[in-house]
């Protein structure tokens, strides 16, 4: 079984055409980040200083940013749905990581 057809079947997409698409969809979102990443955290930390607040930084600004990105990308290339249900099962796995950290304290 190619790898292509293991992940139609994982992700429940009809051929192998779209798994293509959101692949492309995937690398488009990775590369554009990249590219706002830089300029973004040029002008936040201009010395480049504050190594762990530039890590806090990351997550709390570019995570979100991701996300929309990859939504809008999504919906340019036709699966707003794949990938708007894929941020739903993404939030999920994260409120649930949260709830079990709470819980152990």
């Known amino acids: 079984m190619s790898w292509i057809t293991q992940l139609q079947q994982r992700w429940k997409v009809s051929s192998a055409l779209q798994v293509i698409i959101i692949?492309?969809?995937?690398?488009?979102?990775?590369?554009?980040?990249l590219f706002i990443k830089r300029p973004l955290f040029r002008h936040l930390f201009p010395d480049g200083q504050i190594p762990l607040m530039a890590s806090l930084a990351y997550w709390i600004l570019i995570l979100p940013i991701y996300n929309l990105v990859l939504l809008g990308y999504g919906t340019i290339f036709g699966q707003f749905r794949f990938f708007w249900d894929f941020?739903?099962?993404?939030?999920?796995?994260?409120?649930?990581?949260?709830?079990?950290?709470k819980n152990t304290r």
């Open 23 to 33: 692949l492309v969809v995937f690398a488009c979102t990775g590369f554009t980040i």
């Open 87 to 101: 941020e739903k099962r993404f939030f999920q796995r994260l409120v649930t990581i949260f709830k079990k950290s």
